[in-house]
């Protein structure tokens, strides 16, 4: 696959919360303090389906990718794609 055929983009997500300490059970009640955690990813599409978008942050010649990371699709608000200065000419 080659890099040129790929779309660079950024992934507005959603994300889980956790708290790691002994809170009143009314801090929970107030969606302010615990709620689901606004995320940007930002790389090469590799996939967009009903299960999942999959994004590369790095490529090689060899055809290889590294640092991925698989968003599941219900947790994806916004996917924008993004452009060199050469594409937008």
């Known amino acids: ?8 983009v950024e992934v507005e997500w959603l994300d889980s919360a956790t708290q790691m300490q002994w809170l009143p059970l009314t ?12 995320c940007t ?7 967009h389906d009903d299960e999942a978008v999959v994004v590369v942050q790095s ?8 640092d991925s990371i698989s968003i599941p699709t219900a947790c994806v608000q916004k996917i924008r794609r993004l452009y060199t200065r050469a594409e937008v000419k």
Not at 1 to 8: D, F, I, V, Y
Not at 29 to 37: F, Q, T, V
């Open 41 to 47: 990813s930002v790389g090469y599409l590799m996939r």
């Open 59 to 66: 490529l090689a010649e060899n055809d290889s990718a590294a």
């Open 1 to 8: 696959m080659a890099k040129e055929t790929l779309r660079r």
């Open 27 to 38: 801090h929970y009640l107030d969606p302010r303090r615990i709620g689901p955690l606004p």
